[in-house]
């Protein structure tokens, strides 16, 4: 399993939003190096026979009816909103297009 | 806006064989969203038709609504897919505002249906099969806003606002494998592919299937490569073509910028296209980027979805007449010629002539109005006939008038105008331009009378029983009033006057 | 003791029989609580246990109980039998009327406009709550040093930790400021404070207790549970806050076992409870070792049968953990970005655009330990590493289940320390991450696999006097066993120590200024 380092970690920062200063992104690839190393165990672990697991108790096909329920007000929607313009969440110029 | 080289069509098919693709998002017409019981209504005051789940607030968890989950599988089946016997919901991680978790809820590698076909019957009868990749179900994002630049466009924007009504609405991805072989007939069979795929939704009644809404929205994928070549070539993506006409019109200008790319020996970006129905061009998104890492992974907060065999059949049942079988039917009722019928189907007005029909009036008169007035004005207006905006009602209360002789073909052609102006119901507008026919018997009794005095040989011959005369004396009757009169009734008149019966 | 210090020590089934008799009423009881808060929680030796102190609304719902109580008749015999009893809540569980902060900046001031659904239970039930308690930031660590809002000191001894991330709910009912908390468990949160502050702790089935309103940490791990100081209190607001809840979609359909009967009913004659070789010895404190080996003694003597087994794959399960809790936890953390509730910063300089403001925003609001695992999860679900990572990770789950399958065939409860340390010091492991993962690495198993898990005080360790925590875990949906063997080993213990071993704790040093005063400089901090 490959090593982490410093570009890993500024590409991974820049896929979760979390801006780091040259001091952080060296603090951080030094102490996610250790604890990669220490969990590649996990990759050997378990053989190609062995299925995953994702729930720990099964289950399947929970729905629910297609039935209205409540629903909040522009004020309770809006309530903790950094900033809001006419009833909607207003933030700053989007530059990048999805 | 930079304008991109192009290639005549023409041309560009001479040197180049085109491969389409398409992921068409139809959104389910479901009263509650995907993951939350918050209500699927389009058009309601901002953030109010959300609650905490759609809002993405912290603690929150998603709940499957299952009439969504039938409503795929009914896509599905209708679409000759297989269904998965057991599938699940994934996270597709990635930050946008309109995003309230920063995640989409969707299905990826373990989609409810896959591997379908749909036949596709071009203009002259041809018949094109589309093979179906998957149908998988996602969740929309919210609408945005973008506020200070041009246009609502979202470069040199100050601002955006965000509203998550939109949030949280189930979708239906359909995606194609890729179409080869379509040649020249590719632009034609966009349009028909998207067509067929808002008929199916439509006539399952699981989608409100409005293009203008966004209840149908596709994505086109072209590529090209030079004639005899395994390879395909690189793709474009051109994003949210929301109507048939820009369909078609898309893939024919991507397939023409293309084949200028590749002469001048540059590469095709891989990237997202925009479609500017102004200037029926596209102009570049977004090139794909190492920010494209979705870092999927099986959604923990729910469980798999398993349609058991039953289920499956039980809802197969459930499934309306697939609408190639209906427009054997419908050709069948109405009586139409081939010709006739394609040319309806063509013009995309089967849907609306079958609610006119339904609305009260004979085929042929549905007929004649769509194909004879409304789709020409459509041309004209650079719309889909449907989106026109005539009522089944209106074209029946016309032609009622028209039978009863308060006004002729042409006034009704003329009111039909007034009403697409918004001037009002067609009684309204008869009445404000003073557009009836001549029907109190005093006037014309007069003219009658004033034309048998200057032609008596005419009026003689009609008493002696040559009643074919008679169209002498109409078309004076019919001069005196300025077409106004309604030839059927003078005739009558004229009868009566001379003690003749009809 | 005053009259209140000997409310504030009884136990909450104690309580709810005075209550039901008329003896007190909810308004003293949670008075003597909010009291008891002001006194101790607040200052630079202060415990430190609450985020924010709930007294108006708790003090109203204790009035409308006593209320219904006086006026008698149908409403009054109604009553749940915890009505009035007050209770304390993890703040990583969203509240109306109260702020909830995960412990992170990124939430400062928020108040959810929707209740978790154990909190709507605990509306129902009429039982007050005191308070926020504090946290690990979103629940992550083992210390309650990672909260943005200053660390909770371990009653027992104030310059030690009182565990994590549940260190403000399991240190409040310790330092008797709530007879019941809330606690949530992803890897041992709620367990591990059990053990290191002498008090009962459980982890439920996973999905026997609903999560929704419980912000995510790692959603396939997560439970919430109950924090009392009894066995028999965990157990009665177990069965307050279990059962089926059709907002989340992992919550188990099946009825609630009526495990306050199984509490009650504490009987080990003739069951097998089994060693698991792997969760004890090398790496285990001698003090841990020696009062583990005492509680088996204890239980052998009360007639059950000791058995050892083996689960091999239990090694793998740190390893496995710290790569499935940072992805989900990468992935349910990525909605705090400024835009819709919280924290928004903007950055230092131009140019102005959302995802500037996002980067920002997630710089300033979440702690180091937060992002380090934002940033391992990300690692570990990126392409072209998710099959080695996260994939291997689900894969280990399943052996581990299957280890939990082959032992819970040989045994109808296994056994083990909860943590393989007694409370380390303030500060102590703080830069060193791995040694402060390897403290859940008995406790991690049971999220792993679902299974149900208890920690209850099994003593003090002989080197340095602080609590020592015994874990009983069940095979899923068999929650009743652990209170039925909990119980057991709970009174067998006492009756050694004399009564609870939080007796033995020291005194805490009380404030002298005047409660109301001490409560509003705890709201203005």
């Given amino acids: 399993m490959a090593a982490i380092n410093r570009d890993d970690v500024a590409h991974l920062a820049r896929l979760a939003h979390i801006e780091m200063s040259a001091e952080e992104l060296d603090r951080m690839a030094g102490e996610l190096a250790v604890i990669v190393e220490s969990v590649k165990s996990v990759s050997e672990a378990a053989g190609d026979d062995v299925p995953a697991t994702s729930h720990p108790i099964p289950l399947t096909n929970v729905f629910r009816e297609d039935v209205v329920g409540h629903t909040f007000t522009s004020e309770q929607s809006l309530s903790g909103a950094p900033d809001a313009y006419e009833g909607r969440f207003k933030v700053p110029a989007i530059l990048d297009e999805d | 806006m930079s304008t991109d080289a192009t290639l005549s069509f023409e041309e560009a098919m001479e040197k180049y064989d085109p491969v389409l693709g398409f992921e068409v998002h139809v959104e389910l017409n479901t009263k509650t969203k995907m993951f939350s019981s918050a209500p699927n209504v389009f058009g309601d005051e901002p953030n109010t038709n959300v609650n905490e789940v759609d809002l993405g607030m912290p603690g929150v968890l998603p709940v499957v609504n299952k009439t969504a989950i039938e409503s795929s599988i009914k896509i599905g089946l209708a679409l000759n897919c297989k269904i998965a016997e057991t599938c699940r919901f994934a996270r597709k991680n990635y930050f946008y505002p309109d995003t309230p978790k920063n995640f989409q809820t969707s299905q990826y590698d373990e989609p409810i249906a896959y591997d379908g076909y749909l036949d596709i019957e071009l203009s002259d009868g041809t018949v094109f099969r589309v093979e179906i990749e998957r149908a998988h179900m996602e969740e929309d994002a919210g609408k945005l806003t973008h506020m200070g630049g041009a246009a609502g466009r979202i470069q040199g924007a100050d601002y955006s606002l965000v509203d998550y009504n939109r949030s949280g609405v189930p979708l239906v991805e359909i995606v194609t494998k890729p179409i080869q072989g379509a040649g020249s007939r590719a632009p034609e069979l966009a349009k028909a592919y998207v067509a067929a795929v808002r008929e199916i939704v439509k006539n399952l009644g699981v989608s409100d299937a409005k293009m203008e809404r966004g209840n149908v929205r596709c994505d086109a994928n072209v590529s090209l490569r030079p004639h005899g070549r395994e390879r395909f070539g690189i793709r474009s993506e051109t994003k949210n073509v929301n109507s048939l006409r820009a369909v078609e019109h898309a893939v024919r200008y991507e397939i023409q910028r293309h084949a200028a790319v590749l002469d001048s020996g540059e590469p095709v970006i891989q990237e997202t296209r925009h479609w500017h129905e102004d200037t029926r061009s596209t102009t570049s998104g977004r090139a794909k980027s190492d920010a494209d890492d979705y870092r999927y992974f099986p959604e923990p907060d729910l469980v798999p979805i398993v349609a058991s065999r039953e289920w499956v059949e039980e809802l197969r049942a459930t499934l309306p007449e697939p609408p190639a079988e209906r427009r054997k039917r419908l050709q069948a009722d109405w009586g139409y010629s081939d010709l006739e019928f394609r040319d309806v189907v063509n013009a995309g007005v089967m849907d609306e002539i079958e609610e006119t029909i339904a609305a009260g009036a004979t085929a042929t008169v549905a007929r004649k109005w769509w194909m004879g007035e409304i789709v020409g004005r459509a041309k004209n207006a650079d719309v889909d006939p449907g989106q026109l905006g005539v009522k089944p009602e209106t074209i029946v209360e016309l032609n009622k008038m028209v039978e009863a002789g308060k006004i002729n073909n042409k006034m009704a052609a003329e009111v039909l105008d007034g009403v697409l102006a918004g001037e009002g119901t067609p009684a309204e507008i008869v009445e404000k331009r003073g557009l009836a026919v001549v029907s109190d018997d005093g006037p014309l009794l007069e003219a009658i009378d004033a034309a048998l005095a200057a032609q008596p040989d005419v009026a003689d011959k009609i008493r002696g029983g040559k009643v074919q005369a008679i169209g002498a004396i109409v078309g004076a009757v019919m001069k005196a009033t300025r077409g106004q009169a309604d030839a059927g009734r003078v005739r009558e008149l004229i009868l009566e006057r001379l003690g003749v019966e009809g | ?525």
């Fill in chain 3, 1 to 525: 003791m005053t009259e209140n210090n000997v409310l504030i020590r009884l136990s909450a089934a104690a309580l709810a029989r005075k209550l039901a008799a008329g003896e007190v009423t909810s308004v003293e009881v949670t008075q003597a609580y909010l009291d008891r808060i002001a006194a101790v929680d607040g200052g630079p030796r202060g415990v430190h246990a609450f985020l924010h102190v709930n007294t108006e609304e708790a003090l109203a719902v204790a009035a409308e109980v006593d209320a219904i109580r006086a006026a008698g008749g149908a409403p009054a015999a109604e009553l749940h039998e915890l009505a009035g009893v007050p209770i304390a809540v993890k703040d990583l569980i969203v509240t109306i009327g109260q702020p909830t902060t995960a412990g992170s900046k990124i939430l400062e001031g928020w108040h959810s406009p929707y209740d978790a659904t154990v909190v709507k239970r605990l509306r129902d039930a009429k039982m007050p709550i005191l308070g926020k308690t504090n946290l690990d930031e979103f629940a992550m660590g083992s210390s309650t040093e990672h909260s943005a809002y200053g660390p909770t000191r371990n009653p027992w001894d104030l310059d030690r930790i009182p565990g994590g991330s549940g260190g403000g709910s399991a240190a409040a009912v310790a330092a008797f400021e709530a007879p019941l908390a809330l606690g949530t468990d992803t890897g041992g949160s709620i367990r591990q404070p059990g053990a290191v502050t002498g008090t009962v702790g459980v982890k439920p089935t996973y999905g026997s207790v609903s999560r929704y309103g419980a912000i995510a940490m790692a959603s396939s791990l997560d439970q919430i549970g109950p924090v009392s100081r009894t066995v028999l209190d965990s157990a009665l607001l177990h069965q307050v806050i279990g059962g089926h809840d059709p907002h989340d979609s992992t919550s188990l359909p099946d009825p609630l076992e009526d495990l306050v009967a199984a509490a009650r009913l504490g009987n080990v004659d003739g069951m097998k409870i089994g060693i698991i070789k792997e969760l004890h010895g090398e790496g285990y404190q001698a003090g841990v070792e020696n009062r583990f080996n005492e509680s088996l003694e204890l239980l052998k003597q009360a007639g059950a049968e000791i058995v050892e087994v083996s689960c091999p794959n239990f090694k793998y399960a740190l390893g496995a953990y710290y790569l499935i809790m940072p992805s989900e936890a990468s992935s349910n953390l990525a909605k705090f970005d400024g835009v819709r509730y919280g924290l928004r910063v903007l950055p230092k300089d131009a140019p102005l655009t959302i995802e500037r403001v996002m980067g920002a925003t997630r710089a300033a609001g979440f702690g180091d330990e937060v992002k380090r695992r934002i940033i391992l999860g990300t690692y570990a679900l990126s392409a072209g590493y998710y099959d080695a990572y996260y994939g291997s990770a689900q894969k280990v789950r399943t052996l581990i289940q299957r280890d939990f399958e082959a032992a819970f065939a040989q045994a109808d409860v296994l056994i083990s320390p909860t943590a393989p340390t007694t409370a380390f010091k303030l500060g102590e492991k703080l830069n060193d991450p791995l040694a402060m993962y390897l403290n859940d690495v008995a406790t991690i198993p049971a999220n792993m696999a679902g299974v149900p898990g208890l920690s209850l005080p099994g003593g003090l360790a002989d080197e340095d006097g602080l609590p020592v925590g015994i874990q009983l875990l069940a095979p899923a949906r068999q929650d009743a066993r652990l209170y039925r063997v909990g119980a057991v080993l709970e009174s067998l213990l006492e009756a050694q120590w004399g009564g609870p071993l939080l007796d033995k704790a020291p005194e805490l040093a009380t404030s002298v200024v005047e409660p109301a005063e001490t409560l509003e400089t705890q709201e203005a901090k």
